[in-house]
């Protein structure tokens, strides 16, 4: 996600290794070490829980620069909703759900240059120059049952954006150059190589040499954050799929631990990690902390207890933090903290939210063909027209029901094409 690819991620984890040969740090752009992605795939459960199927989106500005922003994301939030409850569709008339949405602050300012130690396509130890760009975006967020008004769900959900790409000119060489690599000192055989470049949110330059990126248009980290945000606020409301891509620290002894990342050993990488000698200086030591960090988060994303998902991120943000603290030159730490804290956050509701929110706040729809409760001859007729199981569950959970559960009828749904997983949901309703 969190950079972070967001896309719609578990229990299951997917784990994408990539890697490129190890190359002098003046040919990468980089810290001159192995290039190692892990995309994590995690689903996060919805925290609020929906009276109907039907939903209506708003979103407005208290900043006139935010209009434009505001209609997109309107339609990006419906069409993300949409399409991660298929049960659910838009009805602006007649609603049952009202997602009020309102851009409370937008700031992208102009690029800062600042300025990093490197070394030079000489191998020569210079000042290389970055274009700092940032943005900030903040949206007060509502969810509502429209026809009680009774508040389902409410969040001010905070985006930011940070990323440092090489500046065009100033560097003394066509690429640029490359970050200072620790293991490059005199003495330092034992240090982990540290980070390679990062392929998104950055622009590749064709221009500017292999490893080089050009900074974001303000309107493309409007985009980005504006996604964000969206993504945010679905996932409170449904459940959600979301690819995270991170890098992982590599070289030296860390070697070992992230073939245990590909191999997708995430708690024998933490404890071979947490047990490992920490590198001499904190510098150093922080690539150890952040690649713990990593795996304390893929086991978050595995846990199918919210509570011990919580436990787990809360251990990743703490490495996650010590590694920023140990090391404050490195800009790819700083991008974990803020994706693990908006998951934290989601969990930490779903553990207190008291008994009574998870059931539906408003009285269930009737059944619209009968006027009635649910029977189980309704059920036969939505599973003869093929609907999916999950919209006949979603429809279940929502309704008024009087099934009969008797152990001849609950044959006679089988036999009708009934699936079973469709039959445990009237056996629980009942």
Same mark, same amino acid.
């Given at each position: ?7 719609g ?31 994590l795939?995690?689903?996060l ?5 929906l009276?109907?199927t ?5 979103v ?11 209609? &997109? ?31 409370t ?21 210079v ?13 007060a #967020? ?7 008004g ?9 985006e ?7 500046s065009?000119a ?23 190589g540290g ?16 490893g ?20 945010? =606020? ?20 860390l ?12 708690s024998?990488?933490? &404890? ?9 200086s ?23 207890d919210?509570?011990a998902?919580?436990?787990?991120? &809360? ?9 920023v603290?140990?090391?404050?030159? &490195? $800009? #790819? ?10 998951a934290?956050?989601h969990?930490?509701?779903i553990?207190n ?25 309704? =059920? ?14 979603? $429809? ?11 152990a ?16 445990a ?6």
């Open positions: 996600m969190r950079n972070l690819v967001r896309t991620c578990s229990p299951a984890v997917l784990v994408l290794i990539s890697g490129l040969a190890v190359l002098p740090a003046q040919a990468q752009g980089g810290f001159g070490a192995i290039k190692t992605t892990v995309t795939e995690r689903r459960p919805a925290v609020a829980s009276p109907g039907k939903i209506a989106v708003k407005t500005s208290e900043d006139a620069g935010g209009a434009g922003l505001g209609r &997109e994301m309107r339609d990006t939030l419906e069409t993300e909703l949409l399409q991660d409850d298929h049960a659910l569709s838009s009805d602006s008339a007649h609603p049952e759900v009202s997602v009020d949405c309102t851009i602050n937008l700031s992208t300012p102009p690029p800062q240059t600042v300025t990093h130690k490197g070394i030079s396509n000489k191998g020569k130890l000042d290389q120059k970055y274009q700092d760009v940032s943005g900030n975006l903040t949206v #967020y509502q969810a509502k049952d429209a026809r009680s009774q508040t389902i769900d409410s969040f001010n959900i905070a930011t954006y940070q990323h440092e790409t090489e065009p100033g560097n003394g060489s066509k690429g640029g150059g490359s970050i200072l690599d620790p293991s490059q000192i005199p003495g330092s055989s034992r240090l982990p980070l390679g470049s990062l392929k998104f949110p950055g622009k590749k330059d064709s221009s500017a040499g292999s080089s990126d050009v900074a974001l248009s303000p309107t493309q980290v409007q985009q980005l954050l504006m996604q964000r945000a969206v993504k945010d =606020i679905a996932s409170r409301l449904v459940d959600t799929d979301e690819k995270v891509e991170v890098l992982l620290a590599t070289g030296g002894e070697r070992d631990d992230d073939r245990l990342a590909q191999q997708r050993l995430w024998r990488m933490a &404890e071979s990690l947490e047990t490992m000698t920490p590198f001499s904190p510098e150093q030591d922080a690539y150890r902390l952040y690649d713990l960090g990593v795996a304390y988060e893929a086991m978050a994303y595995e846990a199918k919210p509570k998902a919580k436990n787990f991120l &809360e251990q990743a943000a703490i490495n996650y933090g010590k590694a603290d140990d090391n404050k030159d &490195e $800009k #790819y730490f700083l991008e974990p903290q803020t994706r693990i804290e908006t934290a956050a969990y930490n509701v553990e939210r008291p008994p009574a929110t998870v059931a539906s706040v408003a009285p269930p729809p009737a059944s619209p063909s009968t006027g009635a409760a649910l029977s189980n001859d309704d =059920i036969i007729k939505l599973a003869k027209a093929s609907l999916p199981d999950s919209i006949i569950i979603k $429809k279940i959970k929502n309704s008024t029901c009087a099934f009969d559960t008797s001849d009828s609950l044959v006679k749904l089988k036999q009708a094409g009934v699936s079973a997983a469709v039959i949901a009237m056996v629980d309703k009942q």
